[in-house]
């Protein structure tokens, strides 16, 4: 089964917002093993849409329509689709009802122009799932469809997990689910990866499920991308963590998370099962490490704070020296159990251009590690960070 | 004239990866008054790509391609761009040394796979700015032309810059040039910036040159483009700086900048001019001050650092008094002549929600302001920041 998309907008096309939503219906899309061949943009002209929507009904089974949904004249997507169908639109009073208790609850009062929005081709349905003003549609057109969903991600999302994707499901035929899970790695190439796991990869190609992909997401390491397809979620996912254990046990503690899981919401969640608090110093990365930390544990009950001061780079002593003494300092004047401490080298350290010193003190004993990190420098920063906060999962892990 | 786009990549279509090359180049083209009324993805398919390119020449001037430049089998734009010119592919030698060179001056050996980057359909030319491994083509068919550029950022950007938006503009005879300028403003919402410039707005108009846009950009304010057609690049952007002047009259000290210029920017270089220093404090923003100041004073040498920590917001005095003297104390501390610290109010503080304290302490002279603000915790404690930068720029203008 073939489903396209179309987004919808002249701010696309003029750079003004970054098409994500067909991105993200694309990624979507393939997860349920439908193909999302072609992706258009193009901008709110009545002809180029409609010429833009036919051309992807006659080559896919399906047509994701995106944007164009809301009040103003230049969203016309109704209206293009009634001319596709070759029906009229009618005003659906309810919707309209509906539209207008969303503007009253939120203390507002409905425009003439909001009534537009209530506008359905005949024939279509609207969306049952609608968190805007904006009703999306299911426009059946033969044995073909189209979708129309508001370009709000959040909209367009709630509508397509909650009616489109399994619409697109059922007129597959396709009973089979694919599931896949990320697993996330920090502190190995990608080639180095695709060495430990050669002989699991030949297996599996000719086995053909599950299937691994590697994908390098630049400073947040490789993930590595196990999909399964099975005929039910229980059987992809017992595939799917058959093979994560496969897996860790080739590739051991390279692997810091899965999913969505960043590495501070890991050593935040590890801090916490462990009952320890946190702080931390550092030097040219200037606040990363802090801010990072912060922006997972909001009110600061685990990561306590820290010091931002280039003094942890200078001085007399060797660099790593001062690292270990500003760790230190750091668990000592925030009062907690483990002290962090990043700095880069300085001339005098003699090391290679971007070594990093980490210095870590959990309750009074000191772990150091120097590492050389590539990268311009801001690269460099969100690198030296990362490494960091690596140094102290695998210190927790060890310890 | 119209410039379509295609870019080339399964991955764009799986979502893996989201296309914001094509929003850059239509924003490009845009401003040279080029029309790109169509943008298509499509992924690393012969046929698919054959067809998405021939349709959009059919209905263009002119086609850029964006990716499948690459050495791995997958890459396969050239092949598909010589099927459509009808010619053969030709290796250039000059080019695979080139390459070469690429990879010895970084002490790596180029591969046999990377010489195919160097195949060249007959009658097109690489062109002259190659950043990376990949050389761009122009390939003229009859009185149309295609190019093709790396899906890599840089590269994609170098070239289309260096070469292909001048021949772009020579090719469509437009012997105006269009210019724009950016102002960045922060305090005031869209409608009310809206209502400060109606009258000039009006105007314009009438006038029809220079034009003026609004555009939200979320956490970093409102940007008003002032946008000229000219003869010549001289006169346009003296349009501009006649506009930009007659808008900052009506606007006042909401503008605090110029097209990419960061509000951290501005201020780092208005503390440069005065020969002064910075230090901060911070406690629920927990180190993004910090980290948007480090990221462009590098060095550190004019933002010499700061603390972060929730004892700002503790205690018993009022929340104010707490900021003030995290003020201070953070000019003290780092011996700075500017101490900034945003803290957000307490419980007890008896404020609404979202209330943030701003203090700044210059040589002993303490300022503040406090201020409530919207959105989820993310949003916040970037608008927390900003704000408190914002109120450390006007400090600075009126004193």
Not at 59 to 69: M, W, Y
Not at 190 to 216: H, W
Not at 356 to 362: C, E, G, H, K, Y
Request: aromatic share 4%.
């Amino acid at each position: 089964m073939r489903c396209e998309v179309v987004a919808i907008g002249t701010e696309l096309l003029l750079g003004q917002i970054v098409d994500s939503n067909s991105s993200w219906i694309g990624e979507q899309l393939a997860l349920v093993g439908i193909d999302s061949l072609f992706q258009v943009k193009v901008g709110d002209n009545f002809d180029r849409m409609e010429l833009t929507i036919r051309h992807a009904l006659d080559r896919s089974d399906a047509v994701i329509c995106c944007g164009g949904l809301g009040p103003t004249q230049d969203d016309i997507t109704r209206e293009v689709i009634a001319a596709i169908m070759g029906v009229k639109l009618n005003r659906d009073e309810a919707i309209v009802d509906k539209i207008r208790m969303g503007f009253e609850s939120r203390g507002r009062v409905m425009t003439d122009n909001n009534k537009r929005q209530a506008d359905i081709p005949e024939g279509a349905s609207p969306i049952a799932q609608m968190p805007g003003t904006a009703p999306g549609l299911v426009c059946p057109i033969g044995d073909k469809v189209i979708y129309c969903v508001p370009g709000v991600p959040h909209e367009m999302r709630t509508m397509m997990q909650g009616t489109i994707l399994p619409d697109l499901q059922r007129r597959s035929g396709e009973t089979a689910v694919i599931r896949s899970r990320v697993l996330r790695t920090w502190g190995n190439s990608e080639s180095g990866l695709a060495e430990q796991l050669a002989d699991r990869i030949n297996q599996l190609d000719t086995l053909g499920n599950p299937t691994l992909a590697f994908q390098a997401s630049g400073m947040e390491g490789i993930k590595v991308r196990i999909t399964a397809k099975a005929p039910d979620e229980g059987t992809a996912d017992a595939i799917i963590s058959a093979e994560e254990g496969l897996i860790r046990s080739l590739l051991g503690d390279v692997i810091f998370g899965i999913d969505d899981e960043s590495m501070e919401t890991v050593i935040l969640n590890m801090l916490g099962e462990r009952g320890m608090t946190l702080a931390v110093a550092e030097g040219l990365t200037g606040g990363v490490l802090s801010s990072r930390l912060s922006e997972i544990d909001q009110r600061m009950a685990i990561f306590r704070g820290g010091s931002v001061s280039t003094d942890i780079e200078d001085g007399e002593r060797p660099g790593s020296d001062c690292a270990a003494e500003a760790a230190t300092k750091a668990r000592q004047d925030f009062g907690t159990d483990a002290g962090l401490a990043v700095a880069t080298a300085r001339p005098q350290d003699e090391q290679p251009r971007g070594t990093v010193f980490v210095s870590l003190d959990i309750n009074g004993t000191p772990y150091t590690q120097t590492v050389s990190l590539p990268g311009d420098r801001n690269r460099f920063r969100n690198y030296a960070v990362i490494n960091a906060l690596n140094f102290l999962r695998k210190t927790l892990v060890g310890g």
